[in-house]
């Protein structure tokens, strides 16, 4: 069954703003993952925070876990154009001896020039 | 260099025929999935191999079949195409465990006619 709830859908941004995506989940997680996903292509790795973390920075990306709300969000600061794209969180749970990643429908993000 | 490759890039093929969709990956990963994108791209797991072992196998009709010859390649083969098969199918790989972001290829439009 599917696991991660991208909110919003859509989002329209102006170039330099910030866009903040947000993910809920149902069940324990032993981490959350986001995926950028450009139109027409694959799906590609951007940050993992474990489910023993609360915050987590890569570059201009910024992730929340709030486990106890079953929540994470994804906050891109000082947007480009180069940004728009499709984004996916994940979630990562271990069921008996097998670990399956789980995609919510994703967040399409569009960043105007 | 291609982490992830899949073949063929688009698909167009009538009901009823078999077709398969080959995947590599020179990452020296130990475990390569399968997933399902439709048309409201949303994602979802088929097959997963450890190290040439099925892992993963969810309700999937048994017209689909996985196999990998050895851990750098899994390729998916479907029988008796039907006019919902028509979607993108994404290889991926990654480290077994928890605490490892996929890689994916630039998937397979498949589209039955």
């Known amino acids: 069954s599917q696991q991660g709830e991208e909110d919003p859908q859509a989002l329209s941004i102006q170039e330099g703003e910030n866009a903040t995506m947000n993910c809920s989940y149902k069940?324990?997680?032993?981490?959350l993952q986001w995926y950028r996903q450009n139109s027409g292509r694959g799906l590609v790795h951007l940050i993992l925070i474990r489910s023993n973390e609360r915050e987590k920075h890569s570059g201009r990306l910024r992730v929340t876990l709030d486990t106890s709300k079953k929540s994470s969000s994804l906050l891109i600061t000082a947007s480009r154009a180069a940004d728009t794209a499709s984004y996916f969180c994940a979630t990562g749970r271990s069921g008996g001896s097998n670990y399956k990643l789980t995609f919510g429908k994703g967040t399409l993000l569009t960043v105007n020039p | 260099d291609t982490a992830v490759s899949q073949t063929p890039k688009y698909l167009v093929t009538q009901m009823g025929n078999d077709k398969s969709i080959k995947c590599e990956q020179n990452?020296?990963?130990?475990?390569m999935y399968w997933y399902k994108q439709d048309s409201k791209k949303f994602l979802k797991i088929m097959f997963s191999?450890?190290?040439?072992?099925?892992?993963i196998n969810e309700t999937v009709p048994n017209r689909f079949s996985p196999k990998s010859p050895d851990k750098a390649h899994l390729n998916l083969h479907i029988n008796s195409l039907e006019l919902g098969d028509s979607a993108v199918y994404f290889c991926a790989s990654s480290h077994r465990g928890r605490g490892y972001g996929y890689t994916f290829g630039s998937g397979t439009r498949l589209t039955v006619v």
């Open positions: 191999y450890n190290n040439k072992e099925l892992i």
């Open positions: 990452l020296g990963h130990d475990t």
């Open positions: 069940t324990s997680i032993n981490n």
